[in-house]
């Protein structure tokens, strides 16, 4: 793989027009078959890939989590992936585990996948404030019963132990995963990365989806991988 790796930025040091498109994968992640399971452009079929959509890595991830996880990968969501709409009602099993590379190989993908944005993803609409013991209940209230976001993703009970679905991924610990903008972006609109999915569209304020995306962002457990 790092033959590959090294070609792709040989021409990137090199070659003064090249430019990293979210609409074509880069010739790294193409040698080493990452097409195969994943979307590098919203124009490619979203029917039957078996991973998550890497168009918009560079929006999505924390890239030292990206780096720990190409090391070390574990579930993120234990049903397994499936653009299909109705595969959590069908018997599913989980997915192939991601292969792992070495720290270097690893670093090195991930400065990759982390150029790959797309354009009109909102910022600064998060304040630092954290939320209040108080607005963390009633957000939590929201979350759970009003959303009902654990009937598909993991979270934590008030004892601090993992509850919730498992056809989504996971929620536990990701603030080391998430880029805190893109979980407000796609609370407010994931049909703006993925046209058809399971996650319902809710008519959000903005006010609301931060205090949602803070909320997610406090859902961690020590022993997590």
């Known amino acids: 793989m790092a033959k590959?790796?090294?070609?792709?930025?040989?021409?990137?040091?090199?070659?003064?027009?090249?430019?990293?498109?979210?609409?074509?994968?880069?010739?790294?992640?193409?040698?080493?078959?990452?097409?195969?399971?994943?979307?590098?452009?919203?124009?490619?079929?979203?029917?039957?890939?078996?991973?998550?959509?890497?168009?918009?890595?560079?929006?999505?991830?924390?890239?030292?989590?990206?780096?720990?996880?190409?090391?070390?990968?574990?579930?993120?969501?234990?049903?397994?992936?499936?653009?299909?709409?109705?595969?959590?009602?069908?018997?599913?099993?989980?997915g192939k585990k991601h292969s792992s590379i070495s720290r270097k190989e690893a670093e090195e993908m991930a400065e990759i996948l982390m150029s790959l944005k797309m354009d009109g993803v909102e910022t600064g609409k998060l304040d630092a404030e954290p939320l209040s013991k108080g607005q963390r209940t009633r957000i939590k209230i929201l979350?759970?019963?009003?959303?009902g976001c654990t009937a598909c993703h993991q979270a934590l009970n008030l004892a601090g132990q993992v509850?919730?679905?498992?056809?989504?991924?996971?929620?536990?610990?990701?603030?080391?995963?998430?880029?805190?903008?893109?979980?407000?972006?796609w609370l407010n609109s994931p049909r703006t990365f993925m046209a058809k999915g399971r996650m319902p569209v809710f008519d959000l304020d903005d006010e609301t989806a931060a205090k949602l995306t803070k909320y997610i962002l406090t859902i961690k457990k020590d022993d997590a991988p």
Request: hydrophobic letters at 40%.
């Open 4 to 94: 590959f790796i090294f070609f792709l930025l040989g021409v990137i040091l090199f070659s003064p027009v090249f430019e990293i498109s979210a609409h074509a994968a880069p010739v790294a992640v193409q040698e080493q078959g990452c097409t195969a399971c994943h979307r590098f452009s919203p124009d490619d079929p979203q029917e039957n890939h078996k991973a998550p959509d890497l168009f918009y890595a560079g929006n999505k991830f924390n890239k030292k989590w990206l780096i720990e996880y190409l090391r070390a990968p574990f579930p993120i969501r234990k049903a397994g992936y499936s653009s299909n709409k109705d595969f959590a009602r069908k018997n599913s099993e989980p």
């Open 163 to 185: 509850r919730g679905g498992v056809s989504g991924p996971t929620f536990i610990n990701a603030a080391d995963r998430l880029n805190p903008n893109w979980i407000f972006n």
């Open 143 to 147: 979350f759970e019963r009003n959303y």
